[in-house]
């Protein structure tokens, strides 16, 4: 609710959680209605619905995931959305870190050291192969997930990597930024 960029909507999907996340999300709706929060609830089913029905209630120009456990810089949209705007480019990807939740220690920062750089899927496919296999530190032009073929059997394990596979399929530009924008909660558990 607190991004830099004007006009974000916020889909929260609400997979049958019983720990009354979705009471939490509706408080949110009453406390910042000036925000485009939406909630969709399903029941139980596997993390690849949930997305594809998040993509299918998006009206933006621009799709973006965040996974409930971790958390977003303020300004994570802004610099994701001007970097794909700046370069003309169907993905764009910020850096994360990798956090201990308990005590805020940074175990690593990844995927800063493309900044600056652009792949051009008809010169240099081979490049996405250095791109890691999370969707949370990217942004995807919305018209590209949209027209994403949708398996009828979604994979059970490495749902992240085969639905990339997908969308890189019709991804044409995927440009890079410098900053680490991303934090990946580590639990002990």
């Known amino acids: 609710v607190n991004q830099t960029l004007d006009g974000v909507e916020i889909i929260c999907i ?4 019983p720990d009354n996340c979705l009471n939490i ?23 690849w619905k949930g997305r594809f029905d998040g993509i299918a209630k998006a009206t933006g ?13 303020l300004d994570y949209a802004e610099k994701l959305y001007n970097a794909a705007k700046e370069t003309g480019s169907d993905i764009s990807i910020c850096g994360f870190d990798r956090m201990d939740v ?9 995927m800063t050291q493309f900044a600056g750089k652009v792949i051009d899927m008809d010169k240099n496919p081979e490049d996405i192969l ?9 942004l995807y032009k919305a018209e590209l997930l949209k027209n994403m073929r949708n398996l009828p059997n979604p994979p059970r394990i490495f749902d992240d990597m085969m639905f990339l ?25």
């Open 165 to 189: 596979l997908l969308v890189y399929l019709n991804t044409k530009r995927i440009t890079f930024i410098k900053d680490s924008l991303y934090y990946y909660m580590v639990r002990q558990d």
């Open 25 to 47: 999300l509706k408080e949110y709706q009453k406390n910042y209605p000036d925000k485009n929060i939406v909630i969709i609830f399903i029941f139980f089913f596997l993390v």
């Open 130 to 138: 250095s791109i890691n296999t999370a969707l949370w530190n990217k």
């Open 61 to 73: 120009e621009y799709i973006g995931f965040t996974d409930s456990d971790d958390y977003i810089a």
């Open 14 to 17: 609400n997979d049958g959680s």
């Open 102 to 110: 308990d005590t805020g220690h940074v175990y690593s920062t990844e």
